[in-house]
């Protein structure tokens, strides 16, 4: 009983914003590092955010920062993402990912041993 289920992607014009929620269940995710990634047709997957177990230290892509905010609640086994002002760059599948730990490689996803399906998130210009 591994798994990890995401919710809350969906349209939205360019300048918008999307909440996105991670549900985690089985392991000890609440003491794990928690991350999001975000994959466009045809390109690679591309690291987006990461949060440590704690929730006391996150990290962010270039491409998102000031805008998209990582955190969790481990006590709802949850981790979120809130995207704002959003681009239509920004348009992608995004995964939530696990990990016991936050190492140095925590920006390539082959270092992530859990992953949700992913949910769609558009934005329109």
């Known amino acids: 009983q591994v798994q990890l289920v995401e919710s809350g992607g969906g349209l939205v014009q360019a300048g918008g914003s999307l909440r996105l929620s991670c549900a985690y269940s089985?392991?000890?995710?609440?003491?794990?590092?928690m991350g999001w990634f975000r994959q466009a047709p045809g390109k690679e997957r591309e690291f987006v955010a990461a949060?440590?177990?704690?929730?006391?230290?996150?990290y962010y892509a270039d491409s998102v920062k000031g805008r998209f905010t990582i955190s969790r609640d481990n006590a709802k086994n949850t981790v979120y993402l809130q995207m704002n002002s959003l681009k239509p760059e920004d348009t992608a599948v995004y995964y939530c990912?696990?990990?016991?730990?936050?190492?140095?490689?925590?920006?390539?996803?082959?270092?992530?041993?859990?992953w949700g399906k992913g949910t769609q998130v558009t934005v329109s210009s």
């Open positions: 990912a696990a990990d016991p730990t936050l190492n140095p490689y925590y920006r390539d996803s082959l270092h992530w041993d859990f």
């Open positions: 089985g392991r000890t995710f609440s003491s794990y590092a």
């Open positions: 949060i440590s177990w704690s929730g006391g230290n996150t």
